[in-house]
């Protein structure tokens, strides 16, 4: 473990979960990766966060995420686009229990910080 510095390799992260309290940690963990995020890919199924803007379609943030301490700006944006521009998906469960509408957020990529995906989340009986 390196104890030496504050941030260092997230090398796979995925949860999927339907609060901004969940939210906040993920965009936590997140950000021991990169310390930053400076742009982002909108296809309306998904949210692609970037460290950089080297993407075809990438859109420059209007604020700067920089460090932990913005984790809580960096969630507040992804409930934003969750909650305007997502398109969810049909929701694919037909049982007796409840679906909720919630969020995939996974790390796995070097070129990218993360991706947000609309999900649903089961609440079972």
Not at 32 to 49: A, K
Request: proline residues 2%; glycine residues 6%.
């Amino acid at each position: 473990m390196n104890t030496n510095k504050n941030h260092g390799v997230v090398q796979q992260f995925s949860l999927e979960a339907d609060t901004k309290t969940a939210l906040l940690a993920a965009c936590m963990i997140a950000l021991t990766e990169h310390d930053f995020v400076t742009h982002y890919e909108d296809t309306d199924v998904s949210l692609t966060l970037h460290w950089h803007g080297n993407a075809k379609r990438c859109v420059k943030l209007a604020y700067g995420i920089n460090g932990i301490n913005s984790a809580e700006e960096l969630a507040d944006f992804v409930v934003r686009w969750l909650e305007r521009t997502a398109e969810y998906p049909e929701c694919p469960y037909t049982y007796d229990g409840d679906a909720v509408k919630g969020f995939k957020f996974s790390c796995d990529g070097w070129s990218t910080f993360a991706t947000v995906e609309p999900c649903w989340i089961i609440y079972g009986k």
